[in-house]
């Protein structure tokens, strides 16, 4: 069963549980995240609880990789190298609603700043780079699973609306510059993330 069917099921059975239960009643005042390792990078996050049903936290996103294939390569003109960089801010609120003492559905509103950058040098003398950046808000749905009193896994999933913005440039015997934009709007699921709370 897909992740954003689960999700719904959930939060439609929370609406019968008792209004006065709170999800993060004490579990702790603050939460440490963290998304599991995927390879799209890492992500950290922060959490303040400010209320039995609510939580805000500030998340960090960081991807970096790095490719060199000059100490390889018999062949200069095919020889490279390729770096680059991404990292992307997100502070999110998170409204949980009552159901079981081990399982939190909540709903989350989310505001994403990124950056990323990307260098690729080519023998002999072409260089080519590239750098973006973006902002968009993100509406969804999720459910948290605390397998211990302070611990727990969850996962969201949502629609997300971005604007970025990308500019591209090449250095060789021809010099190029282009820049362009898009709005798109999109759904997605995210990685399990794990909180510890304190």
Same mark, same amino acid.
């Given at each position: ?7 719904w ?11 006065? $239960? @709170?999800? +993060? ?6 939460? +440490? ?7 799209? @990078? ?14 805000? @936290? ?13 100490? #390889?390569? #018999?062949?200069?003109?095919a ?35 990124g ?33 211990? $009193?302070?611990?727990? +896994?969850? @996962? $969201? ?16 015997? #021809? ?9 798109? +709007?999109?759904?997605? $699921? ?9």
């Amino acid at each position: 069963m897909p992740i954003s069917r689960l999700i719904w099921i959930i939060l439609l059975a929370s609406g019968s549980a008792a209004a006065d $239960q @709170g999800p +993060l009643a004490h579990r702790g005042d603050w939460a +440490l995240g963290v998304a599991l390792p995927a390879s799209s @990078g890492s992500s950290f996050s922060l959490w303040k609880v400010r209320s039995p049903t609510t939580a805000m @936290g500030l998340a960090l996103s960081v991807s970096w990789s790095y490719a060199d294939s000059t100490a #390889n390569s #018999n062949d200069p003109a095919a020889a490279f190298y390729r770096h680059s960089l991404s990292l992307r801010l997100s502070p999110t609120i998170k409204h949980y609603r009552p159901l079981h003492d081990r399982i939190a559905p909540f709903t989350y509103g989310q505001l994403e700043v990124g950056f990323s950058g990307d260098k690729r040098q080519s023998e002999p003398q072409a260089q080519h780079g590239s750098s973006s950046g973006s902002i968009g808000l993100a509406l969804g749905l999720g459910v948290e699973w605390f397998p211990f $009193q302070r611990i727990s +896994l969850g @996962g $969201q999933t949502g629609l997300s609306l971005r604007y970025r913005y990308g500019q591209y440039d090449t250095k060789s015997y #021809n010099n190029r510059s282009s820049s362009n934009w898009y709005l798109s +709007l999109r759904t997605f $699921q995210s990685s399990v993330k794990a909180l510890m709370y304190f």
